[in-house]
């Protein structure tokens, strides 16, 4: 493989022509943010930062990159998971986050079109300040849409409304040439021919850079409740999953979370969450535009809930009394991360009727090989969020064990039939357990994909497919 | 220890609407819930209870409807409710209003310690619960951060001053008003809802109080004139700091520490 150029001070003088030079990070001028992302710890800082502030930027900066071979590493808020935004070959990296506009809500075709740099947050309040709705729920707010789409991004509320990919109706993107391309658009449906859109939603930012999206909103429902539901144990809370789902009944989440992590959540936090009476809860939550309507869908769940040997049920039915429940259920990731000195995670994903093996294995796992794990997730849609902890272990212990649990836990995904990531991407560091769980006839496809999209290989090289 | 706690039905959504014509709150029953801050001081009394036994009721004054947050408070353990209702009791201000519950509270039965929530979210005035401490003639300690120490014959309190706290000792019976966040309120329980909700409630109109005369409860009773209600105007105060790390630290610490999120 033809090695990467790096940008030299001419390449600078150069590109300050396409970019403003204010804008422009090179060198020490590059904050240490820019090395890594939220969760990995591989470190490599690009040799420049490109801030910028529309596609015409973007288009100069690719066909330039891609005519003098320098890898260009798409960059949002920087929240992923699995080193996606890390510069491998350094090069160029392009961040996304001063392109944050909203550039036009379309009442009558019920869309929202964006620049890539918009945080979730800022356009969840955007829309449902004017009554309207993007399900796609992650637990990252401050994660930016283009991030969400470059992963196909799932969250809580999947197992009613489905994730990024079902709500993004057209992208702008720009190709490794620097060729501007319209994907999709504000269209319901499209059989015309291949569907390029769908394939650069979730390829982490390695086939084309997107600078556009036009999204599917709904109207916003106009209430919701949580039900909290303490159970005497986590298998019993998991086991009854499958029953809610077989009632017909439609929650808009189902999580499942262990006492031990609502207490990292409430230290982390410094405000104690509603109820302490269990060591397992499922949380539920329902939308509906009134308050007898979504009681009607609850009721049965539950009762099913109370023949499996729940508690009680908890209704959380006004802002005040849902906000600290949700706000616990939101600082999961980052309340784990600061109980310990490092972690790594596993996303995998497995039938629903699954979660439970999958669950009890992990329990099981971490008496085997002796080391902390703790796990929180989306049982309504079988994506498990499972995190090792390293504490105080040396360098090679932590390495040995790290890779002992992830190996034993992708490998009993595989067995129950699930993949490696719901959510999170692949990234840089996924890539073994892809390669281990996928025929290889699914990477030769994708590496084919790759070369027709990225013929030069200056998209984000070394990620997802490319072992 | 016999526990009331005063609760009280408000708007469901911060966003009031005024009529513009009449200049009066639009109430939308279907719409209404239990005043947030009332859930701390409900909370309190079922912690108190608790630890310390005795039984928690609850007390609110309203239109028909407002046996609704009753049942709420059913559902998250309380034990009696009483609803005071009269079109007679209508447009009652601060004052008509503590008159009213201190007759109704008289009528529902004695009780060692009440506690109010800070304020309402529709009112606002934080005034209801001094006021009615006083024609209860009991002592009342206002913005309660901490409950310390119950024993025999009082109550060892921590009120949260602008400035500093203050540690007081208070005789039972007295009035408690209750800060946000003393303790997190529990959720509803769907059981205690469902054993619940044929729970009688006891209703007290103008006939069933010791003071039967119409001029000292609703519209009539009410000194306070409203000229006008208009919504507040809506802050959102932003402020930019600029200047070395070591400056802002600094600067973040004092403001950290006058908010009191350290000491």
Redesign the interface.
């Known amino acids: 493989m033809m090695e990467y150029n790096q940008v030299t001070e001419a390449d600078l003088a150069v590109l300050a022509g396409f970019v403003d030079r204010e804008r422009l990070l090179f060198g020490d001028e590059i904050n240490e943010e820019y090395s890594h992302d939220e969760l990995t710890s591989e470190r490599v800082y690009p040799s420049l930062v490109a801030r910028v502030v529309s596609t015409e930027e973007v288009s100069k900066l690719m066909a330039y990159a891609n005519e003098h071979h320098i890898a260009v590493t798409p960059r949002g808020a920087g929240t992923g998971l699995v080193g996606a935004a890390v510069a491998v070959e350094r090069g160029l990296m392009i961040d996304t986050t001063l392109m944050n506009h909203v550039l036009e809500l379309d009442e009558e075709n019920l869309t929202l079109t964006v620049e890539p740099g918009l945080l979730l947050m800022e356009l969840r309040s955007y829309v449902e300040e004017r009554g309207f709705y993007y399900p796609p729920d992650p637990g990252e707010k401050s994660a930016t849409i283009g991030g969400n789409i470059s992963t196909n991004a799932g969250g809580m509320t999947a197992v009613k409304y489905g994730v990024t990919r079902d709500y993004v109706r057209g992208l702008e993107v720009v190709l490794a040439d620097g060729t501007v391309l319209q994907l999709g658009g504000k269209v319901v449906k499209n059989s015309s021919g291949y569907d390029l859109k769908d394939m650069i939603i979730g390829s982490e930012g390695t086939l084309a850079f997107v600078t556009k999206a036009i999204l599917k909103l709904l109207p916003l429902p106009k209430k919701n409740v949580s039900l909290l539901v303490p159970f005497p144990t986590l298998e019993q809370a998991i086991g009854t999953v499958p029953l809610i789902i077989k009632s017909k009944s439609v929650p808009t989440a189902i999580e499942f979370m262990e006492r031990e992590v609502i207490l990292d959540a409430e230290e982390f936090l410094g405000r104690k969450f509603p109820d302490n009476q269990a060591d397992a809860y499922l949380l539920l939550k329902f939308d509906g535009n009134t308050m007898e309507e979504i009681a009607s869908y609850y009721d049965d769940t539950a009762q099913i809930c109370l023949d499996q040997g729940a508690i009680d049920i908890l209704i959380a039915d006004t802002e005040e009394r849902s906000a600290p429940v949700w706000k616990t259920r939101g600082a999961f990731l980052e309340a784990i991360k600061a109980s310990t000195s490092m972690m790594d995670e596993v996303d995998v994903v497995v039938p629903r009727s699954r979660v439970n093996d999958f669950v009890e294995f992990v329990h099981q796992l971490r008496q085997d090989i002796g080391i902390r794990i703790k796990s929180f997730g989306h049982a309504g849609d079988g994506n498990l969020h499972v995190y090792i902890l390293r504490d105080d272990l040396s360098d090679e212990k932590w390495r040995e064990l790290m890779r002992l649990a992830m190996k034993r836990m992708y490998a009993k995904a595989r067995e129950l039939q699930g993949q490696v990531s719901g959510e999170h991407g692949i990234g840089l560091v996924k890539r073994p357990y892809l390669k281990e769980s996928l025929p290889e006839a699914s990477l030769v496809l994708m590496r084919g994909i790759k070369q027709v999209f990225d013929p030069n290989n200056i998209l984000n090289p070394h990620k997802v497919c490319q072992m | 220890m016999n526990i009331l706690v005063c609760i009280k039905q408000v708007p ?1 959504s911060n966003k009031v609407e005024v009529d513009p014509v009449t200049g009066v709150l639009k109430r939308n029953s ?1 719409d209404a ?2 005043n ?1 801050y009332d ?1 701390y001081a409900l909370e309190t009394g079922l912690r108190l209870r608790e630890q310390y036994g005795g039984t928690v009721d609850v007390l609110t004054m309203g239109p028909p409807q407002a046996k609704a947050i009753l049942y709420e408070a059913f ?1 998250m353990g309380a034990d009696r409710g009483a609803l005071i209702t009269d079109r007679k009791f209508g447009g009652a201000d601060v004052l008509a209003t503590s008159y009213t519950l201190s007759q109704g509270i008289k009528r529902f039965g004695a009780f060692d310690l009440i506690l109010c929530g800070l304020q309402t979210t529709d009112g606002d005035t934080a005034q209801v619960g001094p006021e009615l401490s006083e024609q209860l003639d009991i002592p009342c300690v206002c913005n309660v951060r901490q409950i310390k120490e119950v024993q025999d014959k009082s109550i060892h309190v921590v009120m949260e001053m602008s400035e500093d706290m203050e540690d007081l000792q208070v005789a039972f019976p007295c009035l408690l008003t209750v800060q946000k ?1 003393i ?11 469902k054993a619940t909700c044929e729970r009688p409630i006891e209703t007290y109109t103008l006939t069933d109080m010791d003071d039967t005369d119409e001029k000292h409860y609703g519209l009539s009773g009410s000194p306070t004139q409203v000229q006008r209600i208009f919504p507040p105007e809506v802050h959102k105060a932003q402020e930019k700091w600029q200047g070395d790390g070591q400056e802002l630290a600094e600067r973040l610490y004092q403001l950290l520490k006058q908010q009191k999120f350290i000491v």
């Open positions: 469901g279907a819930k239990l947030p859930l559902a966040d303790y997190e309120p529990r959720l509803p329980s769907y059981k205690k809802a």
